[in-house]
T-cell receptor, first 113, second 114 residues
């Protein structure tokens, strides 16, 4: 079993809709959780980080974490065509700095104009 | 703002050749990470350095080696290249003042082995 699973996708939503991206992880000791956006051929770009259970909102993005269920999600409100990209869920096992990330395979999101 | 600089951007090598990828971290960042991303795959952690010492090691083949120099730049040396080494290689850097995982990736080096 892969440590970070992103099984749904590709995902297509109309412009203005809410896109919901899901991720599960296997290591209960995981402490830090991230969503990266990656355009084709480009490097990953951090868009959200979350460390405690609950919701965290930043603009049109909301990250949700449930450590009991080992589940983290990303909601994108008012989706725009420019949001079309691959979204990578990433997990780290420590809370200190300088820690490697374990990535999921990513979900490709397409926002239809 | 200065970003993570990687060179070269593109590299084409033949099987069994050697390649060297370079990474220049953001100024005052003391930690460098290397990731490999194959076509349609997620980034795989290779190795990291903190204050010029190896801090963690992932799925890096024995044919690869890396180091961090006194100016904090890092080089990934790849020998006896195989077709399967064709991938995007990303470098990222961080500092203790940054939140965990909040590091910045460079633009990557696309290595093609023919």
């Amino acid at each position: 079993q892969k440590e970070v699973e992103q099984n749904s996708g590709p995902l297509s939503v109309p412009e203005g809709a809410i896109a919901s991206l899901n991720c599960t992880y296997s290591d209960r000791g995981s402490q830090s959780f991230f969503w990266y956006r990656q355009y084709s051929g480009k490097s990953p770009e951090l868009i959200m980080s979350i460390y405690s259970n609950g919701d965290k909102e930043d603009g049109r993005f909301t990250a949700q974490l449930n450590k009991a269920s080992q589940y983290v999600s990303l909601l994108i409100r008012d989706s725009q065509p420019s949001d079309s990209a691959t979204y990578l869920c990433a997990v780290s096992g420590v809370t200190g700095a300088n820690s490697k990330l374990t990535f999921g395979k990513g979900i490709t999101l397409s926002v239809r104009p | 703002a200065a970003g993570v600089i990687q060179s070269p951007r593109h590299l084409i090598k033949e099987k069994r050749e050697t390649a060297t990828l370079k990474c220049y971290p953001i100024p005052r960042h003391d930690t460098v990470y290397w990731y490999q991303q194959g076509p349609g795959q997620d980034p795989q952690f290779l190795i990291s350095f903190y204050e010029k010492m190896q801090s963690d090691k992932g799925s890096i083949p024995d044919r690869f080696s890396a180091q961090q120099f006194s100016d904090y730049h890092s080089e990934l040396n790849m020998s006896s290249l195989e077709l399967g080494d064709s991938a995007l290689y990303f470098c990222a850097s961080s500092s203790p003042s940054q939140p965990v995982g909040g590091y910045t990736f460079g633009s990557g080096t696309r290595l093609t082995v023919v």
